[in-house]
């Protein structure tokens, strides 16, 4: 296609500024708290190439570094057609499939777990770019075969039910249960979505449950099953397993209405969590800013999650629709689990509060994701044209 | 391949209102949670956030101790008391600090301005408030613990230099790490507040010395008080550091130059191990473990009498005649003169349309390398300088390690100024300055001129002059062991840095003279035989060294520099030692003397006692006649 004075007028007018101008703002008031959390006086940080001194953990540092970055790979998400997402959307499913294998194979241990391929410059995560296949091959699944009004049959339901549980499964051994839900997630949620019979989802839920107690048994590491004990009872145990939910719940609630302030977060910054950058960033914006801090940024996150909602209604084509559906569940899912977790109310899976939580991968990730819903949204007049 | 998207075929609007009402159920139950959470039960979780809470305590490791040759310590810790303060616990600090300062005569200004220097770190970490106070101070904050909410005494190892300012240039002293340190890549690690070895062997150490400090989360109370310990990791001493220092002879040097501008370094010649090392004016660094007043800072710094320069390392002195020793080996090695052929002296030599004097006004009458060295005489040396020229004489000073660092592992060492034609091609730009003048040999040969050494370079040289040439790199640390006995680096080998290729029987020629310096009726360093050690004979060379008068010099700096550098026993030297009295005199009455008080001092500790017993100084005169 080519660019001329009106498209590119009528580009602007169109853009979705809201969606972006938010998409923004979040990982700003992230990179405010993380500011925080790695708080340190001793910190003699060099930033600005040197200009200033600044008592910021180089975690700071780096994360806005990554943001910096983050734009680019949007920009460049952005300019990507949907046709051609449509075409590679099976690849990019199947490479990360075999890239999943892979780093079972030849993956570096972090932790007890496999997660990481070594890739001499970089380390590469394909659980990471397993969700943004998996949620493209669903998509493209789903627009070749919608349902119809009723929803999808038991039979219908389960080919596209493989699409996720493959990649589920490969990540469960890793093991990262964390990932595995959110991908299992993002995969239920687009399908209901669409819609399933209702016999579908009863007995889906049911199944569910009974699952569960033979999971509980066999598939539960014996870490994961003492974290959701202590889910119902984290005072059992306050220095072993319910330790840190403990510690976080206390974090949380001491915010009270409006906070402790800023930089004076003494349950935060004492180092009583280990990852209180990451997973646990959440209640360290909860001690220093209150209830008027959380409520906020979760206000955010749902204007956020509309406006991804409100370009999937717009799009003309399914397949985008379906696609940006897909990032929609994945923010969720990201958003509930996490929140949830940090405020006592899920079990401890360790998953990060996405465009909040310190981390590169995952920030990039997460722009690359919000570049294709801008680019969708930009593109919502002329989806027919743009097929060759 | 049809790339024709499909069409929505069903009402997307519909299912985006469902989604969109799932989120706001969804995030309205985390907002419940949170608001039972914060609102409704915040105040209760906040008593719990501060009643329960995790506080770092950091351990500061023990330093490593320096103790001498022998094992004696010279510097220890000792516990130190501090008082802080942390804010959070103090609900009106600055009322604390009011009654703090009435309770101790303190400046009540002081207290504030300390506490405003941490005014970024967070309330909960302990802000030091006064360093090292008496055990009167402690006693009278404790017994007020409860009018003083806030306040705390903590106990820290302090350092401690057993013999005060005795060898206070060697050792160093340790204080507060600056902003300027905590940036260099050495000091990763370190925090503001830290102590670290600023000067002497404590900084050159440092890394061994430190220690590693421990840490703990500890689990305290709304009061500060410790409920319970969540994490702990023990701290790790430093190492201990033997030195090469013998403390007898140490203390002797220190003694002999007590209220004179100067240095002594003893060492063996063997080895470069340095027996003494001693700089003067000195300074305690105890001093530096409390609170250094301003005036007493700013003297040590940049007052006139630059304490803080260790003047056997980082002075630089015309050599006088004790440079003679060089040009005399350049000269025979070199053949420009037989040890017989004899030059007669009458009081100066006319040179260049002026006469340079010999020290000697009436002259030396005819005289031989022997009698040259033995009486320092200056016009020998004109017409020797004269056959050599200034390079040859620049070589063998450098082949014996003048001209350039020692290499000693200690400070920023000077390295003197050995001149020669090069040097002044290079050190001038214009060329009508550039061209060496025959006249500057003169100076140079007899030590003059543009010739500049350290006191240990003196003493490092004259040690390879009797060790057959070897030059042996001072050596201030014999051992670095950890405190747990096992030995990190168990020795330090002596190490060889040159050879000076120079015949046996030159030096001896040499040696012999010098022994002549000491004990030949008409010998210019008379003054350091030893009495109580008859049988040991020493050698040595006197200097003294005019002090040019630079512009509107004051005239006490007129006075010239006294040197005098010695070795014992003549046979089998054990010891090199050398002294400079910065505008001290004549080197043979008032350098010679400190040397011998060093070499006796070695001696009483090295053979138990002295071979006869000294009463008096009139007992002394008698006994002297045998």
Known sequence: MMWNAAMEKRILRTFDWPLLLTGLLIPLLGLGVLYSAGYNPDNNLRMLFGLIDSPASPAFSKQATFLLLSLVVMAFAMALPPTFLHRVSYVLYGGGVILLILVLLFGTVVNGSRRWLDLGAFNLQPAELMKIGAIMALARYISKYPPSNDGYSFTQVLLPLSIVLVPMALIMRQPDLGTALVIGGVGALMILFVGVELKVLVSGVVLAVAAAVPAWMFLLHDYQRRRVLTLFDPAADPQGSGYHILQSIIAVGSGSFAGKGYLQGTQSQLAFLPEHTTDFIFSVLAEEWGFIGCASVLILYAFLLYRILRVAAKSKDLYSSMMVTGIASLLFVHAVVNVGMVIGLLPVVGIPLKLFSYGGSSLVSTFFCLGLVLGVSMRRFQYLRGAR | ?626
């Open chain 2, 1 to 626: 391949m049809a790339t024709k998207l499909e069409k929505s075929s069903f009402n997307l609007g519909r299912r985006v209102t469902l989604a969109t009402g799932v989120i706001i159920l969804s995030f309205t139950v985390l907002l419940g949670r949170l608001w039972h959470l914060q609102i409704l039960n915040g105040a209760e979780f906040r008593q719990k956030s501060e009643h329960n809470r995790l506080r770092p305590v950091f351990i500061p490791p023990s330093r490593g101790l320096m103790l001498d040759r022998n094992g004696k310590p010279l510097v220890k810790n000792r516990p130190a008391y501090s008082v802080e303060l942390v804010p959070e616990d103090a609900p009106d600090p600055a009322l604390t600090l009011h009654r703090l300062s009435r309770l101790i005569d303190e400046e009540p200004g002081k207290l504030d301005e300390r506490l405003r220097d941490t005014r970024k770190r967070r309330k909960f970490e302990p802000r030091l408030l006064l360093r090292d106070v008496s055990r009167d101070v402690v006693a009278k904050v404790s017994s007020r613990k409860f009018d003083l909410p806030g306040v705390m005494i903590n106990v820290t190892p302090t350092r401690y230099y057993l013999y005060g300012s005795l060898g206070a240039h060697t050792l160093g002293y340790i204080r507060e790490i600056t902003k300027e340190q905590l940036e260099l890549p050495q000091f990763r690690g370190y925090k503001p507040g830290d102590v670290v070895g600023q000067f002497g062997l404590e900084a050159r150490w440092e890394e061994f010395l430190q220690g590693v400090r421990g840490s703990q989360l500890v689990i305290v109370n709304a009061s500060g008080a410790r409920i319970g310990e969540y994490s702990y990791e023990p701290e790790r001493p430093g190492h201990d550091v033997t030195l090469t220092l013998d403390l007898p002879t140490q203390q002797a040097a220190d003694a002999a130059l007590e209220g004179k501008r100067g240095a002594i370094v003893a060492l063996q010649p063997k080895t470069g191990e340095v027996l003494a090392l001693v700089s003067s004016p000195k300074f305690d660094p105890n001093m530096f473990s409390g609170d250094v007043p301003a005036d007493v800072w700013k003297e040590l710094r940049s007052g006139s009498g630059k304490i803080l320069n260790n003047r056997a390392v980082q002075g630089v002195y015309p050599p006088g005649s004790v440079f003679k020793i060089f040009s005399a080996l350049a000269a025979i090695d070199q053949k420009v003169i037989s040890p017989q052929e004899r030059i007669t002296c009458r009081g100066g030599l006319p040179f260049g349309g002026r006469v340079f004097g010999c020290h000697k006004r009436e002259g030396h009458g005819p005289v031989n390398l022997y009698d040259a060295i033995v009486q320092s005489c200056d016009v020998y040396f004109y017409v020797v300088g004269q056959r050599l020229g200034v390079d040859r004489i620049h070589d063998y000073a450098v082949r014996f390690g003048l001209g350039k660092q020692t290499g000693i592992k200690l400070v920023d060492e000077a390295s003197g100024l050995m001149p020669s034609t090069a040097w002044k091609k290079k050190y001038y730009r214009d060329p009508a300055n550039q061209k060496w003048h025959p006249g500057e040999t003169l100076s140079v040969v007899i030590g003059q001129g543009a010739v500049t050494v350290t006191p240990l370079q003196i003493a490092s040289s004259i040690a390879a002059v009797v060790n057959g040439g070897k030059v042996m790199r001072p050596q201030l640390v014999k051992k670095i062991s950890s405190a747990d006995g096992g030995f990190l680096d168990d020795d330090f080998p002596p190490e060889e840095i040159a050879h000076a290729a120079v015949d046996e029987s030159v030096l001896k020629l040499i040696t012999d003279a010098m022994v002549g310096v000491v004990n030949d009726p008409k010998g210019t360093g008379k003054r350091v035989r030893m009495e109580r050690f008859p049988s040991i004979t020493v050698g040595g060379k006197t200097g003294t060294a005019q002090v040019v008068a630079l512009g509107a010099a004051k005239h006490e700096h007129l006075e010239d520099h006294a040197w005098f550098v010695g070795y014992a026993p003549a046979e089998n030297p054990e010891i090199v030692a050398v002294a400079l009295v910065e505008n001290g005199g004549g080197g043979g009455a008032n350098a010679a003397p400190l040397v011998k008080q060093v070499f006796e001092a070695y001696f009483l500790s090295t053979r138990g006692a002295p071979e006869q017993q000294i009463v008096s100084a009139e007992g002394a005169k008698a006994s002297t006649s045998g």
